[in-house]
């Protein structure tokens, strides 16, 4: 990785250090994603909102 994003990481994470987060997960959002986060707000994870069907299975691609 370049010393650049290094940089941004280590102040992300010196930003953060006075609160109580204990970890993040970044992700490049869709367009689509983007949008219906905005017109519907976010939601906590739960079991309605993950379509195991769809997770690939162990060893295929």
């Known amino acids: ?3 650049r ?3 941004a990481v280590y102040a992300v994470v010196e930003a953060l250090e006075p609160y109580s987060v204990v ?3 970044c992700t490049r959002l869709a367009d689509h994603e983007v949008e219906d986060i ?3 707000g976010m939601a906590l994870l739960d079991v309605d909102l993950v ?3 769809s997770m690939p299975k162990s060893g295929t691609n």
Request: aromatic content about 14%; overall charge negative; charged content about 20%.
């Open 5 to 7: 994003y290094d940089a």
């Open 51 to 53: 379509s195991v069907g």
């Open 23 to 25: 970890g993040w997960h």
């Open 1 to 3: 990785m370049s010393d």
């Open 38 to 40: 905005r017109a519907n």
